[in-house]
Nanobody
C-alpha cells in the first residue's frame, strides 16, 4: 500500500524559504519518478516539479524555475522540495506523488504572506 507523508510547510514571508519533505513507503521508491504538486484555493492541482528515479532528469513548471529545487534520497525513501524566494502566489497545499500510482498524501500547507 502506497503511503506518502508530506511535511515542512508553514507560514513564511515573501522572499523566504521552506524545505518540504515527503516520506514514502509501500513501494520500491528508488524505481519511480517522484513529483510535487500544489493546489491553491479555487484552482486546479498543478504539477510543480518532478525527478526521475536515477536523479538524471528534473522538471519544473515555469513559474518556479530558478527558485525551487527537487531532490531525493533513495536510501531514506524521501523526496524534497527546496523553495527559495517564495512569493504570495506560491501559497497552496503541496502534495507529493509517485508515478504511476494514484495515491496522494494529506499534503502540507504553505502560506506566503507578510
Amino acid at each position: 500500500q502506497v503511503q506518502l507523508v508530506e511535511s515542512g510547510g508553514g507560514l513564511v514571508q515573501p522572499g523566504g524559504s521552506l524545505r518540504l519533505s515527503c516520506a514514502a513507503s509501500g513501494f520500491a521508491f528508488s524505481l519511480y519518478t517522484m513529483m510535487w504538486y500544489r493546489q491553491a484555493p479555487g484552482k486546479e492541482r498543478e504539477l510543480v516539479a518532478g525527478i526521475s528515479s536515477k536523479y538524471i532528469v528534473t522538471n519544473y513548471v515555469d513559474s518556479v524555475k530558478g527558485r525551487f529545487t527537487i531532490s531525493r534520497d533513495n536510501a531514506k525513501n524521501t523526496v524534497y522540495l527546496q523553495m527559495n524566494s517564495l512569493e504570495p502566489d506560491d501559497t497552496a497545499v503541496y502534495y507529493c506523488k509517485a508515478a504511476p500510482f494514484r495515491s496522494w498524501g494529506q499534503g502540507t500547507q504553505v502560506t506566503v504572506s507578510s
